[in-house]
Nanobody, 125 residues
Framework: VQLQASGGGLVQLGGSLRLSCAAS????????VGWFRQAPGKEREFVAA????????AAADSVKGRFTISGDNAKNTVWLQMISLKPDDTADYYC???????????????????WGRGTLVTVSS
């Protein structure tokens, strides 16, 4: 599967953005998808994940209540809706996929085999 992340940009404190992760070459119905982010000088960290059928989602404590992950297998796309953005959310955001038809999610980058290029989110104060 090939992944393409998009939707990043510059937003002010408290603003919103929606990131998209579009898949090609295979159906996301066979994969769970995660979003990760990497801020300058920091390690990449888990943000959110969704199972192949969408029945299970997970989010990092730092974004719970502000970020929502969702997906549509018919559109072969997963989204990350971000609200109440803070400067600490500034990072390159990556989507990743792992083959999983069991309805689970994964939290570490080593669990994911397929990665898209990042999309930069910058939150100004």
């Amino acid at each position: 599967v090939q992944l393409q992340a998009s939707g990043g940009g510059l937003v002010q404190l408290g603003g919103s953005l929606r990131l998209s992760c579009a898949a090609s070459e295979d159906s996301l119905a066979r994969y769970s998808v995660g979003w990760f982010r990497q801020a300058p000088g920091k390690e990449r960290e888990f943000v959110a994940a969704i199972s192949n059928g969408g029945s299970t989602t997970a989010a990092a404590d730092s974004v719970k209540g502000r970020f929502t992950i969702s997906g549509d297998n018919a559109k072969n796309t997963v989204w990350l809706q971000m609200i109440s953005l803070k400067p600490d959310d500034t990072a390159d955001y990556y989507c990743a996929a792992r083959w999983d038809v069991g309805g689970g999610v994964a939290y570490t980058e080593h669990d994911y085999r397929y990665w898209g290029r990042g999309t930069l989110v910058t939150v100004s104060s």
